[in-house]
């Protein structure tokens, strides 16, 4: 009975926890504007599921997709079994799902295949991430935290799945010495052979060493669970509605800006609305005038930094980095959500985005096009530059001089209509 009370309260905790964590991540997202509207729905399932599920774009390399999708795919199926330990904890029951008989021997043979699995890749991401330091991973944004969360999280799989393994093995180990609690239930095809270290333990050692094992799983899956707010493991939540809800549109079509379109339309004589709000603004100096969905993308960052090794401004050396917009968006709302009107005297424009990185981007779409999950930084570059140009009107003097030619010439440049011809003679 104590054991049950104890239990049920880690999982209150463990939940309450993060619950509260998934209602600042929404309050953040809606800092922004609302969502795109819902529309090409089979496209956008579609979408999801090659993005999200099936991670298509990390394919690219066969090695590391496989790989990634054999962590993915084992952490799910192996914490199906949590399924059974909630209600062996809840209960006092042990390995209540025994019953299943073949079914069940089949699925703990299944989860023990995929912890050895999962155990493999994560050494290997981390002798690419420490030992080859592949360059992407050791650029200057990825000091300090960014840096250690990777290794952390690498570091908490393979606890959690050692946990899991020992934890087999302890149990099959008495199960083989017929301890009343510890009926023959499940096949253990990897912790089997961890199973003869433990064959000099007295039983009282072996019951400390499972339960230990029991109680320490279920406790790092739920730490696991709130840890994720503070690292770039939210992907592994957020990636399914980023996918949902990104763009459908070609890779390289910008949306018009409806107030300004509407009020060409009624300079040309066209039909359209107009505009009357005293609070229109043009592009975002912070996260509340950027949208939902760029906030979300921010959130959804796995800070791969593929965006910025195929970025051209960042290869010849200038300052822009794609990941590190990403990264310092979803800082400064965080710190909106966490320190309130503390901060609102500082915006995401200069405190954290310099213009310098703002106007080194070529608009290309390389960021968005090698993303895993289509993210797109350049919407917010676009967003920030636009608020540059149009509400401060300090855009760089050769895009100044460009749009100055192009409203009095009609064109970029410093010719006007009668002598535009004159190169024919």
């Known amino acids: 009975m104590i054991s049950s009370i104890l239990f049920f309260i880690l999982l209150v905790v463990g939940i309450g926890l993060f619950v509260r964590n998934s209602k600042k991540i929404v309050a953040a997202v809606h800092l922004g504007t609302s969502l795109p509207k819902v529309d090409r729905k089979k496209?956008?399932?579609f979408q999801m599921l090659r993005l999200?599920?099936?991670?298509?774009?990390?394919?690219?390399?066969?090695?590391?997709?496989?790989?990634?999708?054999?962590?993915?795919?084992?952490?799910?199926?192996?914490?199906?079994?949590?399924?059974?330990?909630?209600?062996?904890g809840l209960f006092g029951t042990h390995r209540?799902?025994?019953?299943?008989?073949?079914?069940?021997?089949?699925?703990?043979?299944?989860?023990?295949?995929f912890a050895l699995l999962v155990v493999f890749s994560v050494i290997v991401f981390w002798m690419r991430r420490n030992l080859v330091r592949i360059a992407r991973f050791w650029s200057p944004e990825m000091k300090g935290w960014p840096k250690s969360d990777a290794n952390w999280i690498l570091i908490i799989e393979l606890v959690l799945m050692g946990l899991f393994?020992?934890?087999?093995?302890?149990?099959?180990?008495?199960?083989?010495?017929?301890?009343?609690?510890?009926?023959?239930?499940?096949?253990?095809?990897?912790?089997?052979?961890?199973?003869?270290?433990?064959?000099?333990?007295?039983?009282?050692?072996?019951?400390?060493?499972?339960?230990?094992?029991?109680?320490?799983?279920?406790?790092?899956?739920?730490?696991?669970?709130?840890?994720?707010?503070?690292?770039?493991?939210?992907?592994?939540?957020?990636?399914?509605?980023?996918?949902?809800?990104?763009?459908?549109?070609?890779?390289?079509?910008?949306?018009?800006?409806?107030?300004?379109?509407?009020?060409?339309k009624m300079m040309l004589g066209l039909p359209a609305e107009p505009v009357t709000s005293d609070e229109v603004s043009f592009?975002?100096?912070?996260?509340?005038?950027?949208?939902?969905?760029?906030?979300?993308?921010?959130?959804?960052?796995?800070?791969?930094?593929?965006?910025?090794a195929s970025c051209p401004a960042n290869q010849t050396g200038k300052l822009l980095s794609p990941r590190k917009i990403m990264m310092d968006t979803r800082d400064r709302a965080t710190q909106l959500i966490e320190k309130g009107d503390r901060v609102k005297e500082h915006f995401l424009l200069d405190n954290y985005i310099t213009r310098e990185e703002l106007w080194a981007?070529?608009?290309?779409?390389?960021?968005?096009?090698?993303?895993?999950?289509?993210?797109?930084p350049m919407s917010i570059i676009l967003s920030m530059r636009q608020y540059i140009?149009?509400?401060?009107?300090?855009?760089?003097?050769?895009?100044?001089?460009?749009?100055?030619?192009?409203?009095?010439?009609?064109?970029?440049?410093?010719?006007?209509?009668?002598?535009?011809?004159?190169?024919?003679?």
């Open 52 to 88: 999200a599920f099936g991670q298509q774009k990390m394919h690219r390399n066969l090695l590391v997709g496989v790989l990634h999708l054999v962590v993915y795919l084992g952490f799910i199926i192996i914490n199906i079994e949590l399924l059974e330990i909630i209600v062996d």
């Open 43 to 45: 496209e956008r399932w």
């Open 165 to 264: 393994l020992t934890m087999n093995a302890a149990d099959y180990s008495l199960q083989l010495r017929g301890h009343e609690a510890y009926p023959l239930a499940g096949t253990f095809p990897v912790s089997g052979f961890i199973t003869p270290i433990f064959n000099n333990l007295s039983i009282d050692t072996l019951v400390l060493i499972e339960r230990t094992s029991w109680w320490m799983h279920i406790a790092g899956i739920l730490f696991f669970l709130n840890y994720l707010y503070y690292s770039k493991h939210l992907h592994i939540l957020l990636a399914f509605p980023h996918t949902f809800y990104a763009s459908l549109e070609p890779k390289g079509k910008m949306s018009n800006n409806e107030i300004v379109t509407s009020e060409v």
């Open 361 to 376: 981007c070529t608009t290309c779409n390389a960021c968005v096009e090698e993303c895993p999950i289509g993210i797109s």
């Open 389 to 425: 140009t149009m509400e401060e009107a300090s855009s760089p003097s050769e895009l100044n001089s460009m749009m100055t030619n192009i409203e009095n010439n009609g064109a970029p440049w410093p010719f006007n209509s009668e002598d535009r011809l004159k190169w024919m003679d």
């Open 96 to 113: 209540v799902l025994k019953g299943l008989g073949g079914f069940y021997n089949f699925a703990i043979a299944t989860f023990e295949v």
């Open 283 to 308: 592009g975002a100096r912070d996260v509340h005038q950027l949208s939902a969905l760029q906030l979300l993308g921010a959130y959804t960052c796995t800070e791969c930094g593929r965006c910025t």
